[in-house]
């Protein structure tokens, strides 16, 4: 049982640079979700989806793409990367959204810097 | 503008002893509240949760408490055991929420030790 998987685990980029970070569950939720943790920080929403072919901003977008072509899969992608994106990123999902009973399965996260 | 407050970054508490760890809220719309623990190199894991319309919810070891009128919350441990040692995050969740920027709203964290 998978759960949330994200890949890579860890990242360095150069400034302007570009990447995707890939998220997959198998868990058949319909939502899923980007967040980022900066350090000593909590976690902060950068999109979500609430299915295949919606998705939507969160608290942080700027810099980032989503797309949502199956139910599986929510890659995440930085266009020009800057070191203000230096972060861990979460994936996760879940069956109800932003209704009750609200709990999220994440993935182990991804480490990027950008230099 | 912190809407979710967790005022200790670290706390250590001895093995088979209470951890308790606060939390603090400012918004009032908020009426769903999580806490999460996380191990290192792992991703936040769903520990335990409590609706504004309760004040206590419990689940084995973990117990949280609810004080609406202070907007505070607190998360009781006992007995403190050393695989608890991990960093939990408060998290809330408006009435109603539509997504975007009113999902959950976390806390820095803190990071509980367990001392053997």
């Known amino acids: 049982n998978a759960g949330v998987t994200q890949t890579p685990k860890f990242r360095i980029l150069k400034i302007g640079q570009s990447m995707t970070l890939q998220c997959t569950q198998d868990?058949?939720?319909?939502?899923m979700y980007w967040y980022r943790q900066d350090p000593g920080m909590g976690l902060k929403l950068i999109y979500y989806?609430?299915?295949?072919?919606?998705?939507d901003k969160g608290e942080v977008p700027n810099g980032y793409n989503v797309s949502r072509s199956t139910t599986e899969d929510f890659p995440l992608r930085l266009e020009l990367a800057a070191p203000s994106q230096t972060s861990v990123y979460f994936c996760?999902?879940?069956?109800?959204?932003?209704?009750?009973?609200?709990?999220?399965?994440f993935g182990p996260g991804t480490r990027l810097t950008v230099t | 503008d912190q809407q979710v407050k967790q005022n200790s970054p670290s706390l250590s508490v001895q093995e088979g002893r209470i951890s308790i760890l606060n939390c603090d809220y400012t918004?009032?719309?908020?009426?769903?509240f999580l806490w999460y623990k996380k191990y290192p190199a792992e991703g936040p894991t769903f520990l335990i949760s409590?609706?504004?319309?309760?004040d206590k919810n419990e689940d084995g070891r973990f117990t949280v408490f609810l004080n609406k009128s202070a907007k505070h919350l607190s998360l009781h441990i006992v007995p403190s055991q050393p695989g608890d040692s991990a960093v939990y995050f408060c998290?809330?969740?408006?009435?109603?929420?539509?997504?975007?920027?009113?999902?959950?709203?976390f806390g820095k964290g803190t990071h509980l030790i367990i001392q053997p």
């Open positions: 996760a999902s879940s069956t109800t959204g932003f209704r009750f009973p609200y709990e999220q399965y």
């Open positions: 868990m058949n939720h319909n939502y």
């Open positions: 989806s609430v299915g295949a072919g919606i998705t």
């Open positions: 918004n009032s719309m908020f009426d769903y």
């Open positions: 409590i609706s504004s319309i309760k």
């Open positions: 998290a809330a969740m408006p009435k109603d929420s539509g997504g975007g920027a009113d999902g959950l709203t």
